[in-house]
Nanobody
Framework: QVQLVESGGGLVQTGGSLRLSCEAS????????VGWFRQAPGKEREFVAA????????YYIDSVKGRFTMSRDNAKNTGYLQMNSLKPEDTAVYYC??????????????????WGQGTQVTVSS
């Protein structure tokens, strides 16, 4: 069993930055791919970014490429999402997720085994 706890959300103005953290319990964090998803009011949860367990490859949706950066520190059992140049359309609840030794489809919600409780990100215009 893996428990995920997100932190780092908050209120920021357009153009500002936030860093989200996803801390995992357990001793095999390095074997989990980590993904970030977000859900805005009235919308479905969507994939934002992910980092592979196997080689650290990162993946992003087009709308955040060049602005968001994923990283991980296996020694701290923590994944990070650095968000720069934030826009009002980035406003959502952000969820981290972990999947054990996932294959290449890191954008697929159904591939993840564990989810955090979510953290609110609000970008004011």
């Amino acid at each position: 069993q893996v428990q995920l706890v997100e932190s780092g959300g908050g209120l920021v103005q357009t153009g500002g930055s936030l860093r989200l953290s996803c801390e995992a319990s357990g001793r095999t964090f390095s074997s989990y791919s980590v993904g970030w998803f977000r859900q805005a009011p009235g919308k479905e949860r969507e994939f934002v970014a992910a980092i592979s367990w196997s080689d650290g490859s990162t993946y992003y949706i087009d709308s955040v490429k060049g602005r968001f950066t994923m990283s991980r520190d296996n020694a701290k059992n923590t994944g990070y999402l650095q968000m720069n140049s934030l826009k009002p359309e980035d406003t959502a609840v952000y969820y981290c997720a972990a999947g054990y030794r996932m294959g290449p489809y890191l954008y697929s919600i159904s591939q993840y085994n564990y989810w955090g409780q979510g953290t609110q990100v609000t970008v004011s215009s």
